[in-house]
């Protein structure tokens, strides 16, 4: 039986090529994702070891301990001293050691505007450093600088270049490039980029005085590690200290976690892809055990048991699934390479290094193949068996067992499939969002699914039966191709399932993704239309709370603390006097640019301050009841006094807030918007109430900090003074709107916290008629003096917005379309096995004069209904449950259907159903009239 089976496999290669194909796309993708994750991974790896291993030690100040129940901001790492650098200077195990200097410094563009939603570091090399100049050399006077190479990619300054950065009075200084330097994916520098001066510049551009790392070199006749423990010894406590190559694997170790996430969700697509592919190979094998029923009974007749005959189709599954996943692994090594030299790049690999093939790249790649393979042709297998010897030498080529009738129990089961499935999404929507939202539904979804397998030919017969209505009345070949899709109904639907299974998926992420846009989009339009938002550049330096500031050159006391929204509110023209009142003086807390399709975020935790920025002041010590928070940066008042002058803008609205504790404990954030008419230019749904009677001793309390109090309760909040501001409630907004905390009149919020006196943000409308360049115009002319001020139009917003869920969907679309591909020859596959059952009756056909055309159109057709059959049910699946995902996250969500995109699932379907009838009609039309009639 072994070389009768081995003989037939080579004897009838064609028979397999479709089933290689479907094996070897689907180990494809899971070795070339391994194989790209892998280096990934040795590309990060080399990236940080190449810097952290120029050096025989490295001390980074002690990170202090979190309490994350604590309401108190936690403490900042302490800087190393010079003392403590001469200290390790001064060790017998130590030979240099130099000290990092990290602040940071506003780098300007070629047109005089900041860089980056945060400025880059700015960083003092010491004379041991793990870092070096990757092109030209490192700066060595006041003079002269060297960026980061992405930095100077994102801008486009090139060596030679003059550089204009701020320092720390906020003054422009120019600069001589004279080198770029590398510093890899080291998170410290790979977010915003960095600027590197010589120690001297970068103590007077920043203002700091401590080292953020000490690198060190041990001396001759001793090692790192003893290098290491004597810093550790000499520093204690205040030092984590490492040796070169245990910071490097420490590093590579924690950058490296993005590869192994995008490892795990591109492994979810290829087991997606696996398991179309197995649906296509248990067609496939159905076909060949057709195709061969007469040589396996014959082999019966002459005393080969059942047992032999299953396990030498067991044995071919074996051979096509190991020679198949070979082919594949070669071809993911393939991909897996492009991936790394083409996408690398992109996702910040750092060095390239040559690709690297582990073995367990191969042998998952083989392992998952070959396992796949015999596990779809067990049942194929197992009804080859089933067959009488002689009923097989009596009958045509069939697929035995594939047509039996579908029981009552099937109907039943897949019944109550769909009943618990439709139970669980209206558990979902019952809830309210959580984040087991998508879990539940996913779940409903999956069993859904096995309700599509369990009644699949029902399905099939049925909607053939109402498609087909005017289909029939179009010609011979479409109605006897209406006719052929009903005869083999569990048949059509096992082959229409691969491609339900990527129809539902690429049309319910299609769903989620058109809702979100078109809420968010709804959000900017009706809750705050606006044209622009002006911003501060967020910083992450100055981070403390208002009580331990101290007054800065320029700025005045003032504490406030919130991270800003990214939304809108308008303000009329009418608001200057609030505006007057509010802004006296420049430096208040206000997070960076425009997130603008969100709504009002919460203010920062007291974790998250910074508070470098355009002028930004200190802010003074809030006194008892306030919250203690972090300072931000924040809008000159002259931007807004000139914002308002300027004839093209009709509103001009501030924001400002501050995060206080209440008496239960709870941190509120606390918000008002000078120049808003809440109601009018900035909306929010309410449970209760209306937000338009906000005013003077009025608030509005969102839904999840009113702790149970309602229209016309008292709120109470700690003011700045330690005396407490007491409001009547008007309005109960909801969760996750544009207003969010509490929301007070400008009145009441600057009596209760008067040192928060500049905006975090200013959201600017258009005058009436006015000309879109002229708006353009006069934004950036009452910000052309200050460079830190981030301008973003909600065009631009939007457009980016809508840029980032489209690259989202076409990159998951892509994903999918490779389970689409392995799908088509699932239907392939049917279409053979159909003309290989009506080889006479075509040849019948053929002989009452149906033309060649006509067979081949009749076969086009009844593919293509196959394929919109299983696109419908997967697009109806998607549809169904894209919302009840998105729902149950968003319970605001704006339903939408991608029309435009599910038409082009259709067009696809109808071309997936006439590439896979190609070479069955060719097949079937070439096939001799006389010689098939005479073959039976």
């Known amino acids: 039986m072994l070389r009768t089976t081995l003989a037939g496999l080579r004897l009838h290669k064609s028979r397999y090529v479709t089933t ?10 899971v070795s070339g994702t391994m194989v790209f994750a892998d280096t990934l991974n040795a590309s990060y790896e080399k990236s940080v070891m190449g810097s952290a291993t120029s050096v025989d030690t490295i001390a980074v100040p002690t990170e202090p301990e979190f309490d994350p129940e604590s309401t108190e901001p936690p403490e900042e790492p302490v800087p190393f001293t010079d003392e403590q650098l001469d200290a390790v200077r001064a060790l017998p195990e130590v030979a240099e050691a130099g000290g990092t200097l990290r602040g940071e410094a506003v780098l300007l563009d070629d047109e005089g505007r900041a860089v980056g939603f945060v400025p880059p570091a700015a960083v003092g090399l010491g004379e041991v450093s793990r870092f070096s100049a990757d092109e030209g050399s490192l ?10 190479t992405s930095t100077a990619e994102q801008t486009g300054f090139g060596v030679g270049d003059t550089v204009t950065v701020l320092d720390a009075e906020g003054d422009k200084r120019d600069f001589t490039l004279t080198g770029l330097v590398e510093f890899g994916v080291d998170p410290a520098y790979s977010m915003g980029g960095a600027v590197v001066f010589d120690p001297d510049t970068t103590r007077e551009m920043t203002g700091v005085t ?14 790192p590690q003893e290098a290491a423990d004597a810093v550790t010894a000499e520093l204690g406590a205040a030092a984590d200290v490492w040796t070169g190559e245990q910071f490097g694997l420490e590093m590579a170790e924690s950058v490296g976690g993005q590869a192994e996430m995008l490892r795990i969700a591109l492994l979810l697509f290829a087991f997606i892809a696996m398991f179309v592919a197995g649906i296509v190979i248990y067609n496939t094998f159905a076909i060949l055990i057709a195709q061969r029923q007469r040589e396996l009974a014959l082999l019966r007749c002459v005393g080969a048991k059942r047992g032999q005959v299953f396990r030498s189709v067991l044995i071919e599954s074996v051979v096509v699934g190991l020679v198949s996943s070979a082919l594949g692994v070669l071809a993911g090594v393939g991909i897996g390479m492009a991936g790394a030299t083409y996408g690398g790049p992109l996702l910040g690999s750092g060095e390239a290094v040559p690709v690297v093939i582990t073995p367990a790249a191969v042998l998952v790649g083989l392992a998952v193949g070959t396992v796949v393979t015999v596990f779809s042709a067990l049942v194929p297998a197992t009804r080859a068996t089933r067959v009488a010897p002689l009923a097989a030498l009596r009958t045509s080529a069939t697929a035995a067992g594939l047509e039996k009738g579908t029981g009552w129990i099937r109907v039943v089961f897949g019944l109550v499939t769909f009943a618990i499935a439709a139970a669980l999404v209206g558990l979902t929507q019952m809830t309210g969002p959580g984040t087991m939202g998508p879990v539940i539904v996913t779940a409903a979804a999956l069993i859904a699914f096995v309700g599509v397998v369990v009644l699949g030919p029902l399905l099939v017969r049925g909607i053939v039966r109402v498609v087909g209505v005017p289909l029939r009345k179009v010609g011979v070949p479409s109605m006897l191709a209406v006719d052929n899709s009903t005869r083999s109904p569990r048949r059509a639907a096992t082959a229409m399932i691969a491609l339900t299974v990527g129809a539902t998926l690429i049309t319910g992420y299609s769903v989620i993704s058109a809702s979100v846009e078109t809420t968010m989009t709804r959000m900017l339009e009706e809750q705050f239309p606006v044209d622009y938002q002006v911003s501060p550049q967020f910083s ?26 990214g939304d809108a509110e308008q303000a009329p023209a009418g608001g200057e006097e609030a505006a007057a009142q509010d802004a006296p003086a420049e430096g208040t807390a206000a997070e960076g640019p425009a997130d603008g399709a969100e709504g009002p975020a919460e203010p920062a935790e007291p974790s998250e301050g910074a508070g470098a920025g355009e002028d930004s002041g200190a802010q003074a010590a809030t006194e008892a009841g306030a919250a203690q928070e972090p300072r931000f940066p924040t809008i000159p008042n002259e931007v807004r006094v000139a914002l308002e002058g300027q004839s093209a803008l009709g509103k001009v609205i ?25 109601g009018v230019d900035l909306t929010s749904d309410t449970v209760e109430g209306d937000v338009t ?16 109090a309602g229209v016309g309760d008292t709120f109470t909040l700690p003011a700045e003074d330690g005396q407490e501001l007491s409001v009547e409630i008007v309005a109960v907004v909801e969760d996750m709107q544009s207003l969010t905390g509490v929301t007070l009149h400008p009145e009441d919020f600057a009596a209760a916290f008067p040192s928060v006196d500049e905006d975090e943000m200013l959201l600017i409308r258009a005058a009436e008629g006015a000309d879109a360049a002229e708006v353009r115009d006069a934004v950036y002319t009452a910000v052309e003096d200050h460079p830190t001020m981030q301008v973003a139009s909600a065009a631009e917003m939007k457009n980016q917005f809508s840029e980032v869920l489209d690259i989202a969907f076409y990159t998951i679309a892509a994903m999918l379309g490779l389970a689409i591909i392995i799908a088509v020859f699932g239907i392939s596959n049917t279409m053979a096995l159909s003309v290989l059952e009506r080889t006479r009756e075509s040849a019948l056909l053929r002989a009452l004069g149906l033309a060649r055309g006509q067979l081949r159109r009749m076969l086009s057709v009844e593919a293509v209904l196959l394929c919109l059959i299983g696109a419908g049910i997967g697009i109806v699946l998607g549809v169904v449950f894209g919302w009840a995902a998105g729902a149950s996250v968003m319970p605001d969500m704006v339903f939408t259907v991608p029309f435009g995109q599910i ?27 006389t010689g098939a009639l005479a073959s039976e």
């Open 210 to 223: 401590g080292y953020s790392e000490i690198d060190v070199l041990a001396a001759e006749g001793y090692t």
């Open 20 to 29: 290689v194909l479907a094996i070897l796309l689907g180990v494809m993708f």
């Open 693 to 708: 009677d906000i005013g003077p001793g009025r608030a509005a309390v969102t839904e999840g900090y009113a702790e149970g």
């Open 654 to 678: 501030g924001q400002r807030s501050v995060y206080v504790d209440t008496d239960g404990g709870q941190s509120v954030p606390v918000y008002t918007y000078p120049g808003a008419e809440v």
């Open 540 to 565: 992450m330096e100055g981070t403390g709370t208002a009580a331990e500031t101290t007054e800065d050159s320029e700025g005045t006391e003032n504490p406030e603390g919130s991270e800003q929204t």
């Open 903 to 929: 038409g082009v699932f259709i067009a696809v379907a109808v071309l997936a159903g006439l590439l896979a009838s190609v070479l069955p009609a060719r097949r079937a039309a070439a096939t001799s009239i």
């Open 139 to 148: 700066p060595a006077n006041g003079d002269e600088i060297a960026l980061a």
